[in-house]
């Protein structure tokens, strides 16, 4: 099972921390900002489709926040850049990925 818990900027912005754990395996504190984007993406399907289930103190936050970082990161033009280096166009494309994929 994953544990989970995102921290964000007030309570609609952005993700600034994931913080998880799998079974009783050490945390992990991840920053998508200082991450390449193709990273992320891959963290947050990995989490979103693991076999074990997943367990959050309020998943239906954590899991809308997930899902609009993740769509807006699909649309973001290169995804090998680090986040806080696309921070303009991330701030550009958010409302287009409110309709997700």
């Avoid at 544990?3 to 600034?16: H, N, R």
């Amino acid at each position: 099972m994953i544990f989970y818990d995102t921290e964000t900027c007030g309570f609609q912005g952005p993700i600034v921390l994931i913080q998880y754990a799998v079974d009783d395996g050490p945390i992990t504190l991840y920053c998508p900002w200082k991450k390449k984007i193709r990273e992320t993406i891959t963290l947050i399907e990995w989490m979103m489709d693991h076999a074990g289930g997943v367990c959050g103190f309020n998943l239906a936050f954590d899991h809308f926040h997930l899902c609009q970082m993740y769509t807006v990161l699909l649309l973001l033009d290169d995804k090998e850049e680090i986040l806080e280096l696309c921070i303009e166009e991330y701030a550009l494309k958010e409302a287009d990925g409110r309709d997700g994929p």
